[in-house]
């Protein structure tokens, strides 16, 4: 498994493009008779008869004849007419001689839904690792507010925009990256790695920042480029794992995304204290950034060896160049790549930059999805700014145990996801057909459970935030906006999959888009709300808000079939 990981590695490439493919090499290159196992028979015949992959309506009597013979011939004396990996005859009007490349069966190695499950394992906690290192630079910002408007002499409110660009950066990157992905010559590991590397440069500049607007500027462009797993992740996760475990592994990754803006106050409010204390060289809000640095710097020096690329349509596509190397024949290509030749430029541009908001807005599924979760989002990023109101003014915490107050949404989140396992084990996987398929709208039962979480939370952290009540009855109430916010996500998440597998990236795109906008702007009014209301009427509020949602997945859950059944690109046959 090591050195599979390390051969498709980043670094694998680069050892193989230097070394001109004489260490890391594939199993075709060892063996140059085993092009003829990778060569799909039937779709090479379809190919020749009728220029596409996909079988006719009615199979003509000449492909049922040359499926026939090639079981019983080698076919090593056709003719120049019949194209040689099926024995059909290629048709001068509508034919085109080729050889489509694909998996050899359903046991092919390289497919990434047959991986053994410690290489699953291991790529889906690489991809936690990534999200982890990325969501953390949000939070972590938040304890050196006040240090940044001390340096820069500017008012709490501008200072928190280093926080909210930093979220629309990641909100907009997307819409970029996850469609990017998609493409077969291009697929996601360099996606991951190329705006991984410009994420941790431009760390140095932010740290530097001569002035403000420049500090403002590259928390805004270490968002966009960091992005790419926010949305793109549960596609990864997607490539890897059949229906029936893939919410094993959204749920571990969603594990990972919560563990980001939770550890980032704790993580960045010891940094900030320490050189409150010790009156070191570099300001509070610095050590921050370079403690992100430091994070996601080993995080890129780990993928950098041992990410490999997850995309079926990218494993194809290099399988087929690599033939046609070996080879010098011209005559291999692959679906994917046959579907990336029909692309022009425009409709890459608008897969890339068009596809994920129209998706968003012309989608009601989609839409109502996507804004209920982006009203959590937005609330649990309003929510956070109170948290130095209450264990700081009424509990006297200091800025490093104020960080500790935020491990209640963590215990939160590990006891839903524990709950979640148990659930998927017991009862949603006896739920899959033969097929391996499930209705979508059966994932929404966790939602439906933890949408009365988010107004019970704010409530009770809303009423009970007073000295005359210990500090750990709040930080329980805390644990409820986990459990909610675990279990919608992963109900919202494998639904919008299930519901729209030909487009995953980009829907998930248009959902980060769609939450990050949310989480960036409310808390610009979030200090002023709390001051104006109190913590117990503002955190009601926010409670109020969460009730007026909750009938959305209830509802998706008794209409969401007939919706999709009238859908042009949601999945029908379900």
Request: contains cysteine.
């Amino acid at each position: 498994m090591v050195a599979d990981l390390i051969r498709d590695s980043p670094f694998g490439h680069i050892v193989r493009l230097v070394t001109r493919q004489k260490y890391f090499q594939y199993p075709e290159e060892q063996d140059h008779e085993l092009w003829k196992r990778y060569v799909h028979e039937e779709k090479s015949g379809h190919m020749a008869h009728h220029g596409t992959t996909d079988a006719p309506e009615q199979q003509p009597n000449e492909l049922d004849r040359a499926q026939r013979n090639s079981e019983t011939s080698s076919r090593t004396h056709v003719g120049e007419e019949h194209n040689e990996a099926s024995g059909v005859r290629v048709d001068p009007e509508k034919g085109k001689d080729k050889h489509v490349i694909d998996w050899y069966g359903p046991e092919d190695p390289q497919n990434p839904r047959n991986w053994s499950r410690a290489k699953k394992v291991f790529v889906t906690f690489e991809i936690c690792f990534l999200t982890f290192s990325v969501y953390i630079g949000s939070a972590i910002y938040t304890p050196g507010l006040l240090d940044v408007v001390q340096v820069f002499g500017v008012a709490q409110v501008p200072a928190t925009l280093g926080l909210t660009l930093y979220v629309a950066g990641y909100g907009l990157g997307p819409i970029i990256w996850s469609p990017m992905s998609e493409i077969p010559q291009i697929g996601r590991l360099w996606v991951y790695i190329g705006t991984l590397f410009v994420f941790v440069m431009f760390q140095l500049p932010t740290v530097y920042a001569s002035n403000f607007g420049m500090l403002l500027a590259f928390r805004f462009l270490t968002g966009f480029f960091g992005s790419p797993a926010l949305a793109t992740g549960g596609a990864t996760i997607a490539d890897m794992y059949r229906p029936q475990k893939q919410a094993y592994g959204l749920a571990i990754w969603g594990v990972g995304a919560v563990c980001g803006p939770v550890l980032g106050p704790l993580v960045g409010g010891f940094a900030v204290q320490a050189n409150m204390t010790t009156g070191k060289p570099l300001h509070g809000w610095q050590w921050t950034i370079w403690e992100l640095m430091w994070l996601s710097g080993c995080c890129l020096i780990f993928l950098f060896f041992l990410l490999p690329e997850t995309s079926s349509p990218n494993i194809l596509y290099r399988r087929t160049k690599r033939l046609r190397k070996l080879t010098g024949d011209d005559r291999f290509t692959c679906e994917p790549e046959l579907a990336a030749d029909n692309m022009g430029p425009k409709d890459i541009v608008l897969m890339t930059l068009v596809k994920p908001i129209t998706l968003n807005f012309q989608e009601p599924i989609v839409f109502l999805l996507n804004l209920y979760i982006a009203l959590i989002y937005g609330l649990l990023y309003i929510w956070f700014e109170s948290f130095p109101l209450v264990f700081s003014e009424i509990y006297g915490f200091n800025l490093g145990l104020e960080g500790v107050a935020f491990l209640g949404i963590l215990v939160g989140t590990l006891i839903a996801c524990a709950c979640l396992f148990t659930w998927l084990y017991f009862w949603q996987e006896k739920q899959f057909d033969d097929n391996g398929n499930i209705e979508p709208e059966k994932r929404l039962i966790p939602a439906m459970v933890g949408c009365f979480a988010v107004p019970i939370c704010l409530f009770w952290f809303g009423w009970t935030s007073r000295e005359s009540i210990h500090w750990i009855v709040p930080i329980i109430g805390t644990s409820f906006f986990g459990m909610a916010a675990f279990t919608l996500f992963n109900a919202v998440l494998p639904y919008l999959s299930d519901a729209y597998p030909d487009s995953v990236a980009s829907v998930l795109a248009g959902n980060d888009l769609m939450r990050s906008a949310f989480g960036a702007g409310f808390p610009l009014f979030a200090t002023g709300m709390y001051h104006q209301l109190g913590i117990d009427w503002a955190s009601s509020l926010l409670a109020f808000l969460g009730i007026a949602f909750i009938p959305i997945p209830f509802l998706l859950y008794r209409f969401g079939k007939r919706i999709r059944h009238k859908s042009k690109n949601a999945r029908k046959d379900i």
